[in-house]
């Protein structure tokens, strides 16, 4: 019953049940794994090998020191009534020595094993996240929040779990071995009752680990998904709530952790099952010993003491042997998660930089030619995009809902590299720009604002160096956040709050706004930065911008004609293709898709005053005006 | 931070109210201790056997053969009858155990969503999270094994010490002299593990966090060149969990040894003890040989204190985190069979002198006082941070006033039970929250027994018919978590859609169409003045289109309604929508 009280049990998420049994394939994959680890930290390896050593022998050094004593002091003392002081003295030494010795194995293996265990997670934590970071966007497309999460939490655990019981299995390897040999040499016929059980408990625990591992991992797979059902559940919690939907939520939830119950019962059942039957066989292995000693002892082939020591013996490797077990049971598990993270680590299709600066002033000259891009290759949501920005200048981009502007924003600013076609700023492809380079001259405000769970100044300056607070409340002057900035508790110190949740949403957008100003873009992408924000404070921003102004190139998404009038420029997208490209009036007169997409409030009002007018007429003229009055903008659009 | 309930309430206490919550702990819980006695039992087999050996079959000239193959038979019964036994013991354990666990959480799931939507706010999404898994889960370590470990290690010491004191009470004595120390630092040591694994629980989460903004955030990263600062985040929150770890396994490891040490000089001390007495003639060599096995069995007990009270505090401290959702009382709660169940029709509503002030903060309503007829449209408008949104979910009772009542067909909002009040009032929030699995199933979310073709027909009655034939696999298309792969413009949509199925009495739209496209907006603002005819309509829109279609109009202004009334009465007067609506125009008429 005393369980694995060495092996440490990581919440792993999302182990897929793949390779799962201890198949030779695993072991060979597995042992690639700690091979890994092995090179990575030779040093603390090495000591939490030879501590462990030191236990093994120490814990069959032990059984001798015992059956010395028996033999040489206490048989001794009751046949002849007395024996001598010096021998007792060295018979308590021995034990407490060995002991003493053993303790010191104990402790450096279990540091030292743990050492490089953490070492390792902490290694691989820093290189996936590095990942993260380096990979272009496309790549955190096509793979979901929840999955790159668990990669380097649960499982860059999984691969590293068996590190924490190997030392002490490889000490137990040295422990057997030694025991093997202690043993052959007290009596070799006794030795026969080792070679048996030992090989037997191995197997058992082999027969254990197959039988439990394919479970084990189903329950950590059910474990996973009712903390992602758990994940999504609250996130939505608002949704859940305005629909009245909690009792089918926690139905969902029930299900699925009625799932989890099942799957650990059947865990529970082979852990059961082989955890007694494991501690069995070296009790049996001592009442074997006992009987074949009592036949050694008749032969004269053995003394009392030494048959006491092997019984000490066995009882003494009947725990230690099962590590073996444990790191037999982690490898699938571990050469799972190992898997994983190295599909993050071998990801390709990094960015790659260039060498080029930027090293222009004032605002940038910004030309798009050709740009394509999908999201999935095959389906591109930007089809051949192109059209100029001289510098200073301000560019429009207006299109339907899913028109693909957010798309274009994010190419702009070299968030992900089109498929076909470039970006060139102050004639540099983006591509050749180097490291850091974009980001230095352009900002975006992306449409989706995202605050760290920081203080107003953290999300502002984002550690740029060098922004003193001026710069920082003067761009919150701009984007027309300082007045409710300076209201706030702390000030510039107080913190926002999970993904900004104790501010309105107007309040959010404009910090991001400001996160941009900030920095003194030479290139401003506002991607619908202002939807949230009402048409005083955003008439107010825009003034601010062109007050300071000259001094950027900006692209802006929007609707709002407030927004677009002030563009020198307008580019009309329709499903990822430039339709127009000109002067807002321009537009207006010859584009009849933006023209209904521009006008739409202008004519829904005139329509509602024409039907107001006619209120007090007869009702049948209203509709026929009415149908007149409006035509399908989805149908006229650029046909 | 946390507006969770955290009684200060003894282990004991959190103990007795955490089986009390999941009776399936207790079930059966008489025959498993009964079969955990005897397995435990088992244990002493071997001592016995080897004194048994000693003294019986190698005490004369020649072994008694004979009489130690008959022992040695007996014990390996008694062996199988344990393990027998054990297996029994577990698999009730297991059983008992894991249901209990369920139930755990499936009640604390269920709380959470009963908890106002502020109360949730005031914890991390995550920690939430791991209060219904991983607290749970650190549970189950202590009921499948902890806990029966302190019931059978008690057994353990007093069958051994009981054992030991019929050989021989000297030792016995001597023995437990050797050991109390070690009783009284194991406690201390225990404390210190516990502190230790808390603040790897910390730096833990804390990593966590740091590690999910390099995800989550990606492309703010990105954009602003922030990759070396998160990184240099993620390197310090890693470095400190794994700080944290080293620190408590160093501990453990100097710790955990310490019981062998101990055994070993106990042992010495009985074989010097055992020696002098066994001259005496009081004890026989073969109770002194099993005595010595005997205290590799009243060690074990020890060697796992640590560990098992370890488990122990942790179960103790699960709990706690469990129970302090289950004790936060929801604080806007379904007044349940109790209350009103207002019948379907046109939903009329009254703010009576309503106030607000979120927890700690100053106050953002100030006495609002307003009725919304029957069948109105009504557009909420005001300046950003005045008051709409927090007006919004009072009115849909996701918080209660802080003074001040808001009625519904006359009806207080707190009397009127949940199931009633969520299928006639109905509010779509700004970021359209999407879950991870298909349109057709994000918009059925809101009627779950609606068919294919009400959700189509719902489609076309919005005029997103020709969206949804454009996407790749029609009310198919998978919208990725949170509905990632959809534009914002489009989440709104299908946000929208989802709530007009639901088919609500009053409809609350707070910025549902702030990313949509005007021409779309119209339709859609078209197709729900179809439906919302002879239903009430809230929105709250910075686009002042919404308003002039509004029956009515509320502004709003730092927390109060400065004007009401039609838009052409509004605009007319000078005032603040006048101000607003000039800057809108400004910009919409060319
Ligand atoms: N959870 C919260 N905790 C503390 N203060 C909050 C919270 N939510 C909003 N506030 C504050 O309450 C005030 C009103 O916020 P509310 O969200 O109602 O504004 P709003 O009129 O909807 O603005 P917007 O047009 O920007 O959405 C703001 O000053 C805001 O900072
Ligand atoms: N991560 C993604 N994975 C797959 N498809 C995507 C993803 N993001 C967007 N899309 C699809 O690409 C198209 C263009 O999206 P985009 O966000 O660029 O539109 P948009 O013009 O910004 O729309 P909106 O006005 O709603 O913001 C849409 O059809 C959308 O469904
Ligand atoms: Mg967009
Ligand atoms: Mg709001």
Not at chain 2, 464 to 480: E, I, K, Q, Y
């Amino acid at each position: 019953m005393i369980r694995s009280t060495e092996r440490n049990r990581p919440n792993s998420r999302g182990i897929i049940g793949v390779a799962t049994k201890v198949s030779p394939a695993v072991m060979r994959k597995g042992i690639q794994v700690i091979w890994v680890a092995i090179r990575s930290e030779p040093m603390r390896f090495t000591v939490a090998v030879l501590a462990s050593a030191l236990y093994g022998t120490m814990t069959v050094a032990s059984s001798w020191a015992l059956g010395w004593a028996t033999e040489n002091v206490v048989f001794p003392a009751f046949a002849e009534g007395d024996v001598a002081t010096a021998t007792m003295a060295a018979g308590a030494l021995l034990i407490v020595g060995t002991a003493l010795l053993k303790a010191i194995g104990i402790g450096g293996r279990r540091a030292f094993a743990g050492f490089v265990q953490y070492r390792m997670q902490a290694r691989s934590r820093r290189d996936v996240t590095r990942q993260y970071l380096r990979l272009p966007l496309a790549w955190h497309h096509r793979h979901p929040t929840g999955q790159l999460l668990s990669n380097a939490s649960s499982d860059v655990e999984a691969a590293w779990a068996p590190l924490a019981p190997l030392p002490m299995a490889l000490g137990v390897v040295v422990m057997l071995v030694t025991a093997a040999v202690a043993i052959v040499l007290t009596d070799p016929l006794l030795a026969l009752v080792g070679f048996l059980v030992f090989p037997a408990i191995f197997l058992l625990n082999v027969v254990y680990q197959r039988r439990l591992s394919p479970l084990a991992t189903r329950a950590q797979q059910l474990r996973a998904e009712v903390s992602e059902i758990a994940h999504e559940s609250f996130d939505g919690a608002l949704v859940v709530k305005t629909l009245g939907r909690e009792d089918a939520e926690a139905a969902r939830f029930a299900a699925k952790a009625n799932e989890l119950r099942d799957a650990n019962i059947a865990v529970g059942r082979v852990r059961g099952l082989f955890d007694p039957l494991l501690d069995a066989m070296p009790t049996l292995g001592v009442l074997a010993v006992l009987l074949v000693g009592t036949l050694r002892l008749e032969a004269g082939g053995i003394t009392a003491g030494e048959l006491v020591q092997v019984a000490y013996l066995f009882t003494l490797l009947a725990w230690p042997i099962r590590a073996l077990g444990w790191v037999l049971g982690e490898l699938p598990r571990s050469v799972v998660g190992w898997t994983r993270i190295r599909h993050v680590l071998d990801a390709t299709g990094s960015m790659t930089y260039g060498t080029a600066r930027l090293t222009g002033t004032g605002p940038a000259h910004l030309e798009v030619r050709d740009l394509t891009y999908g999201y999935d290759p095959e389906a591109p949501v930007l089809d051949g995009v192109s059209f100029e920005a001289r510098p200073g200048r301000t560019v429009a981009i207006v299109g339907p809902t899913g028109s693909g502007k957010s798309t274009l924003a994010q190419l702009l600013v070299r968030l992900i590299d089109p498929q076909r076609g470039e970006v060139r700023l102050d004639g540099v492809d983006l591509r050749d720009v180097e490291r850091g380079g974009v980001s230095a001259v352009a900002a975006l405000v992306p449409q989706q604002t995202f605050l760290f769970d920081d203080t107003v100044r953290g999300n502002v300056t984002l550690g740029l160096p060098g922004i003193t607070d001026e710069r920082v409340w003067a761009a919150l002057r701009l984007a027309q956040a300082d007045g409710f900035v300076s209201a706030l508790p702390q000030g510039l110190d107080t913190r926002v709050g999970e993904r900004g949740s104790s501010l309105s949403g107007g309040q959010r957008q404009r910090l991001a706004l400001a996160r941009a100003l900030a920095r003194s873009p030479r290139l401003l992408v506002l991607d619908d930065a202002t939807s949230s924000v009402d048409a005083q404070v955003e008439r107010r921003i825009l003034e601010g911008l062109r007050e300071a102004g000259g001094a950027a190139t900006v692209i802006v998404i929007a609707y709002r004609m407030a927004t677009i009038a002030l563009a020198d420029e307008v580019v009309y997208l329709e499903r990822g293709r430039v339709v127009d490209r000109g002067t807002h009036e321009e537009l207006l007169a010859r584009c009849p898709g933006y023209r209904d997409l521009v006008t739409a409030y202008e004519r829904e009002e005139a329509e509602r005053a024409a039907l107001r007018a006619q209120e007090e007429k007869p009702a049948g003229e209203v509709v026929a005006d009415a149908a007149e009055g409006v035509g399908e903008p989805e149908e006229v659009a650029g046909r | 931070m946390s507006a969770l309930h955290t009684a200060e309430r003894s282990a004991l206490e959190t103990f007795r109210r955490g089986l009390n919550l999941s009776p399936e702990f207790r079930r059966g819980l008489a025959g498993t201790l009964a079969l955990a006695v005897l397995a435990t039992a088992g244990r002493v087999i071997i001592p016995i056997a080897v004194q048994q050996v000693i003294d019986n079959g190698l005490a004369g000239p020649e072994p008694d053969v004979g009489f130690v193959r008959a022992a040695v038979l007996a014990c390996a019964l008694a062996v199988v009858l344990t393990t027998v036994c054990a297996y029994l013991m577990n698999v009730r354990l297991y059983r008992s155990s894991e249901s209990g666990l369920a139930t755990l959480r499936r009640k604390g799931f269920r709380h959470v969503h009963d908890l106002s939507v502020l109360t949730q706010n005031s914890e991390r999404r995550g920690a939430l999270v791991s209060r219904v898994t991983s607290d749970v889960d650190q549970i189950s370590q202590f009921m499948q094994w902890g806990g029966l470990v302190i019931i059978v290690s008690v057994g353990q010491l007093l069958v051994a010490t009981v054992l030991m004191a019929a050989y021989s009470w000297q030792l016995t004595l001597l023995v437990w002299a050797v050991f109390l120390p070690l009783t009284f630092a194991l406690p201390r040591f225990q404390r210190l593990i516990a502190r230790a694994y808390l603040r790897v629980r910390e730096r833990t989460g804390d990593m966590l966090a740091a590690i999910s903004e390099s995800v989550v955030g990606s492309a703010v990263i990105r954009a602003y060149a922030a990759e070396d600062r998160t990184a240099r985040r993620i390197d310090e929150a890693v470095e400190a969990q794994r700080k944290a770890q080293a620190r408590a396994q160093t501990i453990i490891a100097l710790t955990f040894p310490l019981t062998e040490v101990v055994a070993a000089v106990a042992v010495a001390a009985v074989v010097l003890a055992g020696v002098r007495l066994g001259v005496d003639g009081s004890i026989s060599r073969g109770q002194l040989v099993a005595f010595l096995f005997l205290i590799t069995l009243f060690i074990s007990p020890l060697q796992t204190a640590t560990e098992v009270l370890n488990e122990a505090q942790n179960a103790i401290s699960g709990w706690r985190r469990v129970l302090a959702v289950l004790d936060t009382p929801p604080d806007v709660a379904d007044p349940g069979p109790d209350g009103r169940t207002l019948p379907r029709g046109p939903i009329g509503v009254r703010f009576e002198h309503v106030s607000f002030a979120y927890p700690g903060g100053p106050p953002v309503l100030h006495d609002v006082d307003v009725e919304i007829a029957p069948c109105t449209k009504v557009a909420v408008v005001g300046e950003t941070g005045s008051g709409k949104t927090t007006f919004a979910k009072l009115l849909t009772r996701l918080m209660d006033p802080t003074e001040g009542r808001v009625l519904l067909d006359g009806v207080d909002l707190r009397e009127i039970r949940f199931s009633s009040l969520r299928e006639r009032v109905v509010m779509v929030p700004q970021d359209g929250f999407l879950f991870d699995g298909t349109l057709a199933e994000n918009i059925r979310y809101g009627r779950p027994d609606a068919t294919d073709a009400d959700i189509e027909l719902a489609i076309t009655e919005l005029g997103l018919a020709d969206w949804v034939a454009g996407l790749p696999a029609g009310l198919d298309t998978p919208v990725g978590q949170r509905g990632e792969s959809l534009s914002a413009g489009e989440r709104q949509l299908v946000a929208l859609a989802r709530a007009y199925l639901a088919d609500p009495d009053l409809l609350l739209l707070d910025e549902a169409t702030s990313a949509v496209d005007p021409a779309t907006e119209v339709r859609l603002a078209r197709a729900l003045e179809g439906v919302t005819r002879g239903r009430t309509a809230v929105s709250i829109a910075h686009r002042l289109s919404t308003a002039e279609a509004a029956d009515e109009i509320l502004v709003f202004d730092r927390g109060r309604i400065v004007q009401r009334g039609p838009h052409a009465e509004l605009v007319a007067q000078p005032g603040v929508y006048a101000d607003l609506y000039a800057s809108w125009t400004s910009g919409t008429r060319s």
